[in-house]
T-cell receptor, first 108, second 116 residues
Framework: GQNIDQPTEMTATEGAIVQINCTYQTSGFNGLFWYQQHAGEAPTFLSYNVLDGLEEKGRFSSFLSRSKGYSYLLLKELQMKDSASYLCATLRDDKLIFGTGTRLQVFP | GAVVSQHPSWVICKSGTSVKIECRSLDFQATTMFWYRQFPKQSLMLMATSNEGSKATYEQGVEKDKFLINHASLTLSTLTVTSAHPEDSSFYIC????????????FGSGTRLTVV
């Protein structure tokens, strides 16, 4: 496989901050995406990183370190509706390859 | 924004029959589309890359004779699950890129296939 690893499950409290990590093989890397997916629905695009550093977009931020093969998605001011799966994906040869996905449960 | 339409949303078929799933890019042209399969509580697994006007390329372990892909126009790709069996029951979802990577790849709404 592509060895894109994420924690399987995470839990957090409403209003808190959570960081979801993703590690991947660096060979052939052309960019990293984060998607949110609610059960039974299509994934929705959250962020795209191709250069090192932090990209901030509202309550969500994504970080990339190409040399370390590492990314994280940071969710601030968690809301109940943020309970979903978060999928890390790398772009290789124009194909989007997904990691194992992290199921996040937000509790009140 | 870029929209990908997928039909049907769900389908139930008898074992041994074939099912066709359509994926359309509504407001952009897609020379390439991608087909994924997702089992419950698992991530998306890339099955194949659909190429307009040429043969699809399949990922390792995916049977090309079982999962027929046709990409006859710049806005339509179809996936036909032939001789379906209960183990083919899954969530099938297509995607395409409207061109600008910072907008991500757009996904269809998915098709829930149940083979009985």
């Amino acid at each position: 496989g592509q060895n894109i690893d994420q924690p399987t499950e995470m839990t957090a409290t409403e209003g808190a901050i959570v960081q979801i990590n993703c590690t991947y093989q660096t060979s052939g890397f052309n960019g990293l995406f984060w998607y949110q997916q609610h059960a039974g629905e299509a994934p929705t695009f959250l962020s795209y990183n191709v250069l090192d550093g932090l990209e901030e977009k509202g309550r969500f931020s994504s970080f990339l370190s190409r040399s370390k093969g590492y990314s994280y998605l940071l969710l601030k001011e968690l809301q109940m509706k943020d309970s979903a799966s978060y999928l890390c994906a790398t772009l290789r040869d124009d194909k989007l390859i997904f990691g194992t996905g992290t199921r996040l449960q937000v509790f009140p | 924004g870029a929209v990908v339409s997928q039909h049907p949303s769900w389908v139930i078929c008898k074992s041994g029959t074939s099912v066709k799933i359509e994926c359309r890019s509504l407001d952009f042209q897609a020379t390439t589309m991608f087909w994924y399969r997702q089992f419950p509580k698992q991530s998306l697994m890339l099955m194949a890359t659909s190429n307009e006007g040429s043969k699809a390329t399949y990922e390792q372990g995916v049977e090309k004779d079982k999962f027929l892909i046709n990409h006859a126009s710049l806005t339509l790709s179809t996936l036909t699950v032939t001789s379906a069996h209960p183990e083919d029951s899954s969530f099938y979802i297509c995607s395409a890129s409207p061109g600008k990577l910072n907008y991500g790849y757009t996904f269809g709404s998915g098709t829930r296939l149940t083979v009985v």
